[in-house]
């Protein structure tokens, strides 16, 4: 495949309307990989190891999930929780089959499965009120051609 796991989870989340691209001047941006120390409410996605779940006893293909863990940072509680529920909420009800567009590419999202509940990591920092949260899924998905 041409993008990630956590690529195209970045790209539903914006289409989906739960988050924007940075690129635009919208709130909640997210981003795939690595997070900026601005905006201070930002949502990031990371790609994690998903398990297997067997393989074929044809040709040895390993069939299995891939690993996304969601990361919320807020300028408060309240808001970096209800914000990370929303979007775990939105994987586990909005997708089924889910055509999401990473450039020219395309893909298929067939689900997000074993979603966790909010994870609250605590500050940023000793000395920071930002608040951080996290939330681990695997899906399955495959790229169109």
Not at 1 to 21: E, F, K
Not at 36 to 50: A, K, L, Q, R
């Amino acid at each position: 495949m041409t993008h990630s796991a956590a690529d195209v989870t970045r790209w539903y989340l914006i289409a989906a309307g739960v988050g924007t691209d940075p690129h635009e001047a919208g709130s909640w941006p997210v981003f795939a990989g690595h997070e900026p120390s601005t905006p201070d409410n930002c949502i990031t996605v990371y790609d994690t190891d998903g398990p297997n779940s067997g393989r074929s006893m044809i040709d040895g293909e390993v069939f299995g999930f891939e690993g996304v863990q969601v990361r919320v940072r807020s300028k408060d509680y309240p808001t970096g929780y209800g914000k990370l529920r929303l979007i775990l909420v939105a994987l586990a009800e909005s997708v089924y089959q889910t055509v999401v567009a990473v450039g020219t590419d395309r893909y298929v999202v067939h689900a997000y499965d074993q979603i966790t509940n909010p994870i609250p990591i605590g500050r940023e920092t000793p000395t920071s009120s930002r608040q951080v949260f996290t939330g681990n899924v695997i899906m399955t998905y495959r790229q169109l051609t």
